[in-house]
Every structure is written in C-alpha cells, then in structure tokens.
C-alpha cells in the first residue's frame, strides 16, 4: 500500500520515516519528494508498506501524529494519472 504523507517537516529524512513507520510493518519503499530546481524537499513524501493491512494500520495510528514537529496528514495515495500532452 503506498501513502502519501503531507505536512511534512523539510527536515525529515527517508530513514527516520522508515523508522516511525516500521513500527507498523514492513517499509518497502519510501521517497521524500524534493523540488526538481533546487533540490531541497518540498513538504511531502511517498511510503510503501508491503501489505494494505499495514498501510490500513500505520494511517490509523500516525494520523495527525507529530513527526519532528509537523502534524503529519496521511491517506492513501492515488495513482497519477496519464497526462496527454497534445501538439499542434
């Protein structure tokens, strides 16, 4: 299950979220989205859980939660969708 976790504090590292959200299961993925121009982390990041059990679990438990010094917004993530570019 992959969750989007906003209101993130730009401190925040992919192994400190590892580690808040092993406590609820196996991490298999996790990306801090960080700005494309200057590289520093824009506010939000991506984890994956190997099981939606365990995704189901963390988003109950760490909801609103403080992760260094942000309440923490998490729901699961929607697929992006397809982007048709036309060209004249």
Known sequence: MNIYV???SYKATEEELRSVFGKYGNVTDVRVIRDRATG???GFAFVTM???EQ?????KNLNGQDIM???VKL???RQREEK???RR
């Open 69 to 71: 010094g942000r309440p």
């Open 40 to 42: 520093r982390p824009r």
């Open 75 to 77: 729901n699961e993530a």
């Open 55 to 59: 995704g189901e679990e963390a988003i």
């Open 50 to 52: 190997e099981t939606r």
């Open 84 to 86: 048709n570019f036309k």
């Open 6 to 8: 906003g209101n993130l």
